[in-house]
């Protein structure tokens, strides 16, 4: 809901883990594809990812695996990935361009819902699971495997996450068709690199979530009540910006509701008989801009008018405003929401109105980062020709899938779709629909697939990643 990184700047590359052969790394970074390793040298390299207190990644604990046939599994497994992308490029494309040609609004995605469905369950003679209309009317749930892994051990479920819901006026202009297209691509290409293997660690699960409405009500959040991420162990998603970033630190982010009631009367013939609800929405939205000097700098409110009146020559009777209020992190919402609600009330204190404060939505939480997925994404990115610029401090976008990764391990990169205009801008919304996002959509779905081939190949990974999830949870209390 609102994600706007600034514009790239270069920055020299951070060290990142790599699963080649010293020199064959170079060589191997392209657009199109991986190099395989050939070399008798080669060795997988990892490192223990630790956040700093600034967010970000800090490549700390170094250790080396020798080589083994395990290195070059998981090189064929992530050719497989690219091969099955590639070889579904034009479907895909074609999904994200229906979707992008027929925008709806959050909670009334009935044609992407379909659309999507539709490709999962033409893919490879009916090889997924589909439940359509899942626990709401737009949603929707595919599931692939398992596939054998490890004798008794608990099913691994990798979930990817599809967008859809496009914006009052503007259409895409937040490009959720193509997250829908990264999600299903993403998915498509992991179950090309699972569906031979016989040997993983544990066996393996993959499914697919339609998550609508993220710009209204928070889908995900209504799935998330349902249960719908109880089995999931890994979740995946991309968001379209103006810059490729492995992670950016999302906010938190509450909408309250404010209706003032009044008294109607004739503006010139008897004014003082009438009570203003308008002035009453006027003076509140006075009072919060007047506020905004004592906020702290990284919180954010901001609203509209909805409704002021029908007629100049009746006193309102009847005032609407929308706020949005964001804040770092979810417990500093509290404070902001005290302050907020002084001005809505003092306003009809001011004016003699009644006021209603309501909050029509469950917050959106700021995303727990997980510093292991986020370096295994950068490095495969990189591996394919992704460049990450230096990450911005601050940041005021927020999602629900920030309410995901306090539930479910997680990463939420950011991939640049070939354009500089900003989110929800009719030049972004006309970027998205371009076919010159496709290289970069298709390119950030393969590194998302080959970042979940590097977990569910490698328990250790695993390891890590869930020590990250439980570490940002302890960190989020404090």
């Known amino acids: 809901m609102g994600n706007h990184p600034p514009a790239a700047h270069p920055s020299p590359d951070r060290g990142h883990a790599v699963i080649y052969s010293t020199h064959e790394l170079v060589s191997s970074s392209t657009t199109s594809g991986v190099k395989p390793a050939t070399s008798s040298t080669s060795c997988c390299i990892l490192f223990n990812c630790q956040l700093l207190s600034t967010g970000r990644m800090d490549h700390t604990d170094l250790y080396s695996e020798p080589e083994s046939a395990h290195v070059d599994k998981r090189q064929q497994m992530k050719e497989s990935v690219q091969l099955r992308i590639d070889a579904r490029k034009d479907a895909l494309h074609s999904l994200s361009r ?31 699971t589909v439940q359509t209309h899942y626990v709401m009317p737009t949603a929707f749930r595919a599931s692939w495997g398992p596939v054998a892994g490890g004798e008794g051990g608990p099913v691994l479920n990798v979930g990817f996450l599809c967008e859809y819901d496009a914006l009052p006026g503007i259409g895409h202009a937040c490009g959720h068709n193509l997250i829908a297209e990264v999600g299903a691509a993403a998915a498509v290409g992991l179950r090309a690199a699972l569906e031979k293997q016989t040997e993983l660690p544990a066996p393996v699960k993959i499914t697919v979530l339609g998550t609508p409405a993220e710009e209204d009500i928070g889908g995900k959040i209504e799935l998330i009540k349902a249960g719908a991420f109880a089995d999931i162990d890994l979740v995946f998603m991309a968001h379209p910006a103006q810059q490729d970033a492995s992670s950016l630190p999302c906010v938190a982010l509450d909408e309250v509701s404010v209706k003032y009631r009044g008294r109607a009367s004739h503006a010139s013939a008897s004014p003082w008989e009438g009570v203003n609800a308008l002035d009453a929405a006027v003076l509140a939205y006075n009072s919060v801009s007047v506020l905004r000097q004592q906020l702290k700098p990284e919180w954010r409110l901001h609203g509209v008018i909805k409704h002021g009146g029908v007629k100049p020559n009746i006193i309102p009777a009847y005032s609407e405003m929308e706020f949005y209020l964001r804040t770092p992190r979810l417990k500093d919402l509290c404070d902001l929401k005290a302050k907020a609600e002084g001005c809505f009330r003092a306003a009809a204190v001011a004016t003699g109105c009644q006021v209603e404060i309501t909050y029509p939505s469950a917050a959106y939480r700021d995303i727990l980062p997980n510093a292991t997925l986020a370096s295994l ?62 290289l970069y959509t298709l390119r950030t779905a393969k590194a998302l697939a080959m970042t979940a081939v590097d977990v569910v190949c490698c328990s250790d990974l695993l390891r890590k990643v869930r020590e990250d999830f439980s570490l940002a949870k302890l960190k989020q209390q404090k």
């Open 98 to 128: 229906d979707i992008w040609s027929c925008p709806e609004l959050a909670g009334e995605e009935a044609h992407a819902h379909d659309r999507l469905v539709r490709f999962l369950s033409q893919d490879d003679d009916d090889a997924w």
């Open 377 to 438: 994404y950068e490095m495969n990115g990189r591996l394919l020709g992704i460049q990450f610029p230096e990450q911005p401090d601050n940041f005021s976008g927020s999602t629900d899938f920030g309410n995901v990764s306090a539930v479910v391990p997680g990463t939420h990169p950011f991939f640049y779709i070939g354009t500089d205009a900003a989110n929800h801008t009719e030049e972004y919304a006309d970027a998205a629909g371009a076919e010159k996002a496709q």
